[in-house]
C-alpha cells in the first residue's frame, strides 16, 4: 500500500474512533466559524435568504405565546376582582390569583430561553461566559479579564445577545402587567419579532439562523406546555 493511502486510511480510521468516543467534540472542524470569536468584520446578509428570521413557526409560536400570556393575565385579574370584594372563589381561581407571584409566564420564557443557550453551548462546544482558559485543540480561548471581559464564541454571542434583549422587554412587560388587550398583546409580540428581525440582518450563516428561530421557537412553546400542563394538574380551565 502506498504511503499517501496508509496515511489517509489511518487518518479515516482515526477520526471515525474520535467520533465513536467523543473525544473530538474539543476540536471544531475546519470552517466552523461559530465555535470562535466574533469575526472581524460583522458578516452581511446576502440576497438570497434560505433561512428567514423569525421563520414561520416561530412567529406562530411566539403569538401562541403572547396570546396565553394574555389570557393568563385576564384571569388573574378578574380572580382579584372577586378577591378584593371578598367574594368565594374557586379553586381555580385561587390558583389564577397566585400564579404571577412565580412560575409565571415571563419568568419561565427566561428559564427557557437561557436554559437553550446555554444547551446549544454545551453541545457545540462553544465558549461562553468561561473564566478560565480554554483549550480547543488546535486553539485557546483566553481567559476571563477586566479589560477585555470574555470571549464568547461567536455562535454563542448572537444567540445570548438576542435572548437578553427579548427577555428585557418581557421581564419589561412583566413589571407593568403582562398583555392585558388585544393591542398590547401585538405591541409584545412585535417587539420579540423586531429583535429577531433586527438581529438576522448581520447574521450571514444558516445554521446560526436556525438556531436563532429554534431557540424562541423552544422558550415559546415549552413555557406554554409546561404552564398548560400545570392548570391541567390542579384542574384549572384554560380560558
Keep these: 500500500m502506498k504511503k499517501s493511502t496508509m496515511l489517509a486510511f489511518t487518518a479515516a480510521v482515526l477520526m471515525s474512533a474520535a467520533s465513536l468516543t467523543g473525544h473530538a467534540a474539543s476540536a471544531p472542524t475546519y470552517d466552523d466559524v461559530l465555535i470562535v470569536k466574533n469575526p472581524v468584520m460583522t458578516p452581511q446578509l446576502g440576497s438570497v435568504v434560505l433561512v428567514p428570521v423569525a421563520s414561520p413557526q416561530t412567529v406562530a409560536a411566539v403569538h401562541d405565546y403572547v396570546k396565553a400570556w394574555q389570557n393568563a393575565e385576564i384571569n388573574i385579574a378578574k380572580a382579584k376582582v372577586k378577591y378584593d370584594d371578598h367574594k368565594q372563589l374557586t379553586k381555580s381561581e385561587k390558583v389564577w390569583l397566585h400564579s404571577y407571584d412565580k412560575h409565571n409566564y415571563a419568568d419561565y420564557f427566561r428559564t427557557h430561553s ?126
Excluded: C
Design 114 to 239: 437561557i436554559g437553550r443557550v446555554h444547551g446549544q453551548e454545551v453541545f457545540m462546544n462553544w465558549n461562553g461566559e468561561n473564566r478560565n482558559k480554554n483549550e480547543y485543540e488546535y486553539f485557546d480561548m483566553p481567559k476571563y479579564n477586566e479589560q477585555d471581559g470574555f470571549t464568547n464564541s461567536y455562535g454563542y454571542n448572537v444567540l445570548r445577545g438576542m435572548v437578553d434583549q427579548i427577555n428585557a422587554v418581557i421581564q419589561e412587560q412583566k413589571k407593568i402587567g403582562g398583555p392585558m388587550t388585544d393591542e398590547e398583546a401585538q405591541a409584545l409580540e412585535d417587539s420579540i419579532l423586531d429583535i429577531m428581525a433586527h438581529d438576522q440582518e448581520h447574521v450571514n450563516n444558516d445554521e446560526l439562523r436556525h438556531y436563532m428561530n429554534e431557540t424562541i421557537w423552544y422558550a415559546a412553546k415549552q413555557t406554554v406546555k409546561t404552564k398548560l400542563a400545570k392548570n391541567l394538574k390542579l384542574g384549572m380551565t384554560t380560558k
